[in-house]
């Protein structure tokens, strides 16, 4: 929607600091109201920026890559998702290696089946792995990732030894 203003230069950018594009973008209902008002005024642009602001604090768009930061001991990503495809950027801002395990299941995150040295079982019947970012990222790296998420509860997991129970966990929770 900028891109198609930047030419015409006649009127500044909003003065707001969260011009440069919210981290998370608006619906497809949202980004086509904010396309038509574009084509009507600049000033429909300020309307659609403060819609992106509003709806991505809730949700975030499918085709924009969400963060999900992994620490020690701790996962930190958007947990109230649309459905859909979604990337996601894999960031280690930790001091070791880390995963990014999602399991859709009707547990709870703090009640995985676990073995006896804590960690998820993760071929348990009870949970369906649909993201599975393999070996560990080193820290300080990024890693780009893909999920298809359908509604419903999901987990997302560090499994890697005594991580889960550290408290690298989190529910996760998606709606059509
Ligand atoms: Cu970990």
New binding site residues.
Partial sequence: MTVTLEPQQTQPAPARPGTPRPASPPSIREQFRGLKSVLLTVGGVIVAAVAAIVVGATFFHPTTPAKAT?I??AIRMPVRMKAGTHKLQLVNS?A????LLIFRTSLPAAALPVGEDGDVLEESPQLDKVLDSGDALAPNKTQPLIVHLTPGHYVAV?N?PS?YRLG?RLDLYVTK
Avoid: F, K, P, S
């Fill in positions: 992994v020690d001991y930790g070791q290696g880390h995963e560090c890697l991580h690298m």
